[in-house]
């Protein structure tokens, strides 16, 4: 019986596996291995893949779907998916605005940024935040399109609002590491009696 687990570990590990991730470390969770009379070995694992894609491996997921893998190991074709049955999907609303946020803010660059320097009160940078994240399309219409709409508006809303406090927070930062700056420039007021 574990002579035929070490083979399927050695197929996997040898890349004769399905390009789905599987990995040797996810027969941990293999449940219903049935031998057969051709020699093969079928064996179930509960997979939870990215909804979008996005790598996750052995991090929770913010959004993921969970779907029931059943795999076929045989010694002439190695490992491949015989059927796969989704059992749902789950999101995490709070972690996939964040994760959304951070790439966000990769994407935008100094340029974003630099438009909120002329703002002088928190008011008008607010505004300008708040119009600069209005332009943003948060999630491509692949992604959109797997979360319930529900969920979509109150994740969109999630980023906008951390969105926004990112680039105030960022405006704050500059505005005071420019005020010593700003004080060194003025002159001094003169002083009448």
């Not at 996997?12 to 991730?21: F, I, K, S, V, W």
């Not at 709409?149 to 994740?155: E, G, I, K, P």
């Not at 926004?164 to 007021?189: F, G, H, M, Q, V």
């Amino acid at each position: 019986m574990t002579d035929r687990w070490a083979e399927i570990v050695g197929a996997l590990e040898a890349g004769r596996g399905p390009d789905d991730g599987l990995d040797v470390k996810d027969l941990r969770r293999a449940t219903g291995r049935l031998d057969h009379a051709d020699g093969s070995t079928t064996f179930v694992v509960e997979r939870h893949p990215h909804l979008f894609g996005r790598p996750s491996p052995g991090v929770p997921s913010s959004a993921f779907q969970r779907l029931r893998v059943t795999y076929r190991y045989s010694p002439d074709g190695g490992v491949v998916i015989e059927d796969e049955v989704s059992l749902g999907a789950e999101i995490d609303e709070d972690l996939l605005a964040l994760e959304e946020v951070a790439l966000w803010r990769e994407a935008i660059g100094s340029s974003v940024l630099n438009e909120l320097v002329a703002a002088t009160t928190e008011s008008e940078a607010r505004a300008l935040a708040l119009a600069i994240v209005a332009r943003w399309q948060w999630f491509t219409e692949y992604e959109a399109e797997r979360i319930p709409n529900d969920q979509l508006l109150r994740v969109r809303t999630a980023c906008a609002k951390a969105a926004t406090e990112y680039l105030l927070d960022d405006w704050r930062s500059n505005r005071a590491a420019r005020r010593p700056a700003l004080k060194k420039t003025r002159k001094p007021r003169s002083r009448q009696k």
